[in-house]
DNA sequence: ATCGTGACGAACG
DNA sequence: CCGTTCGCCACGA
């Protein structure tokens, strides 16, 4: 894990923080769907990594709890009260979790609606 | 230039 | 419906 990163502003993860500030409340995308958008198909994981900096500093304007895995889960591997806080505020934003998981076909966002 | 790291993901069994 | 395996990646050291 790449310990503190100041945010030079260019990189890839700058893009990440870009495109999912564009994703509305309410709707959600997957870190897999994100590369693929930055043109980086095979890139999920680095997403991931990507908006694990974003609870580290954090006053942030990016929407994070928007973005879970492609089984549309939230995503736990190393985060204890994150997972729960971020399903909260996605169901806060009228998302519906169903045995735990969201219906990618209806609450995915694409940019093509924005 | 090379290596380790992990909020991923598709493929298996 | 699990848990595992393996491939892929950007980034900092």
Redesign the pocket.
């Known amino acids: 894990?790449?310990?503190?990163?100041p945010t030079?502003n260019d990189?890839?993860?700058d893009l990440v923080y870009a495109f999912v500030r564009r994703v509305p409340p309410g709707r959600v995308v997957?870190?897999?769907q994100v590369a693929l958008e930055l043109g980086?198909p095979?890139?999920?994981?680095?997403?991931?990594?990507a908006?694990?900096y974003?609870?580290v500093s954090p006053p942030t304007d990016v929407p994070?709890?928007r973005?879970i895995?492609?089984?549309g889960r939230i995503?736990l591997?190393?985060?204890g009260a994150?997972a729960d806080q971020?399903r909260e505020m996605l169901e806060a934003e009228g998302v519906r979790f169903v045995d735990g998981r969201v219906d990618l076909g209806r609450y995915r966002w694409w940019p093509a609606e924005a």
């Open positions: 894990m790449p310990p503190h990163r030079p990189t890839f993860y997957t870190y897999g980086a095979a890139a999920a994981r680095a997403v991931g990594y908006l694990h974003l609870s994070w709890w973005v895995n492609a089984q995503s591997k190393g985060r994150a971020q």
